[in-house]
């Protein structure tokens, strides 16, 4: 038989809610960063520690089981090698014309380097609300607030909390996301949202006069930005990639279209990150801080 | 109360790891469960609501040092929920076997609701794929509270025991 308590302490439980809504509040309003700086590092130490046999397992278990799948697998993979070494010729043809173009408007001189911090990823957002990684990185290796975070197969999100040797990054996926964005073809800029758990991204606010197709490439347009030390800087590089156009959804009554977006990043897997540190900044000239400029 | 702390600590930090670093790996139908979430709520059935409600203090705040979300908000949730559960089931018959399984739902909904009530205030945007998720969560939540359900009732049991012996010394 369950215990039923005897007498129920109010006051007692109105404390405990107190204090969890007074840390809410605190946190809300900035005054516990400073705290939570030191005190996230020490546990994030424990979930590195607890997150590399739980990687080595997983991948252990989504390896082929048998000889005849291994098999399989291997024929799979070749088709795919041979493929990829017919789109390596086409690549390479198109490289040698990026090289000319690149040539003729001297853009390799002009573009100075990105730079980038390598980091493992050690944890995942234990809220199902939110969509968020935890990097063996932080304040100690030149992350700071706000930096773009991708990896090999794409952008993955933006540094959100940093700490002195962990971050929290917040996923391109969640629900709170939004990234200003491009279509390759034809230019067209929009926003990209998460869409939150099992929901896709989507590209929105894009001109309904623009040409969107499915499988168009998404990027980040370098554009959107905040003001730092007066000056405009973009939160992102420009043309990073974000995804592929999935899905359009338009109608005549909009004056906007909406695109779906899938990210070729399987943000469940992902092991290693890189945070961008340093990037060429997008010209956002002639905008300046209006609240800078001086009084009447 | 003290004693139960010296447990809550520890056991509410290696289940917050597990589900940062460990859990995410072997997700079941796309959803992961929510550990911490059940052992505040069973400590709440077994021990009454202000118990599994300083349980439910401590196990939010090792979450919310691992999530991108506002600090306090899964603390804040987590004791709502454990507390409300405690006192749905003091309103309920006793069953030792339908009921946890019944409350391990109804807690993690709650959990859920608390932050989808709470979070639009401080800016944040909900996407409202969770909610098609919470079917196949509070299912899975209810399955997995059995075995929880039943290592904290044998804890539980031990620690009256050992106080009981404790007195009559």
């Known amino acids: 038989m369950l215990n039923k308590p005897d007498g129920i302490r109010w006051v007692a439980l109105a404390v405990i809610i107190a204090i969890a809504f007074g840390l809410y509040v605190l946190d809300s309003t900035g005054n516990l960063d400073t705290l939570l700086r030191f005190l996230r590092d020490p546990v994030a130490t424990l979930s590195d520690v607890a997150s590399d046999p739980a990687q080595s397992v997983s991948s252990a278990l989504d390896a082929p089981r048998n000889l005849a799948e291994a098999t399989a697998r291997i024929a799979e993979l070749e088709a795919q090698v041979a493929e990829l070494e017919r789109a390596n010729q086409g690549y390479r043809e198109l490289e040698g014309e990026y090289e000319i173009l690149a040539n003729l408007f001297d853009y390799a001189r002009e573009t100075p380097l990105t730079s980038r911090v390598l980091a493992d990823v050690i944890g995942r957002d234990p809220n199902p609300l939110f969509q968020g990684l935890i990097i063996n990185k932080g304040f100690a290796d030149g992350v700071r607030i706000g930096m773009p975070v991708d990896s090999e197969r794409g952008l993955v999100g933006q540094v959100f909390r940093v700490n002195e040797r962990s971050a929290l990054v917040l996923l391109i996926t969640d629900a709170s996301s939004s990234i200003p964005a491009r279509l390759s073809e034809s230019r067209s800029p929009g926003l990209v949202h998460g869409g939150g758990l099992g929901n896709p991204m989507s590209m929105d606010w894009i001109p309904l006069e623009a040409e969107v197709t499915v499988g168009d490439t998404v990027l980040t347009s370098g554009l959107i930005g905040e003001f730092v030390a007066g000056a405009m800087v973009s939160r992102f590089p420009s043309g990073l990639i974000i995804g592929r156009v999935a899905n359009v959804r338009r109608s005549d009554a909009d004056i906007l279209q909406t695109a779906e977006v899938q990210s070729a990043v399987d943000f469940g897997k992902l092991e290693k990150v890189f945070v961008i540190t340093g990037f060429p900044q997008t010209d956002l000239g002639g905008l300046e801080n209006p609240l800078d400029e001086p009084g009447p | ?169």
């Open chain 2, 1 to 169: 109360m003290t004693g139960t702390l010296l447990i809550a600590l520890p056991l509410m930090l290696l289940l917050a790891v597990l589900q940062t670093a460990v859990w995410p790996y072997f997700a079941i139908w796309g959803v992961e469960p929510q550990l911490v979430v059940l052992t505040a709520v069973v400590w709440g059935m077994l021990r009454g609501p202000e118990e599994g409600a300083v349980w439910a203090l401590i196990g939010g705040i090792f979450l919310d040092l691992f999530s991108v979300g506002p600090f306090g908000l899964n603390a804040l949730a987590l004791v709502i929920a454990t507390i409300a559960t405690a006192l749905v089931q003091h309103a309920l018959p006793t069953s030792r076997f339908i009921l946890p399984s019944v409350l391990g739902a109804l807690g993690t909904a709650l959990f859920l609701l608390v932050q989808f009530v709470l979070l639009p205030l401080s800016g944040w945007s909900l996407g409202l794929g969770v909610v098609r998720m919470l079917p196949t969560l509070a299912v899975l939540q209810g399955v997995v509270i059995v075995p929880v359900y039943w290592v904290l009732y044998t804890l539980d049991k031990r620690l009256r025991n050992t106080a009981v012996v404790s007195e009559g010394l």
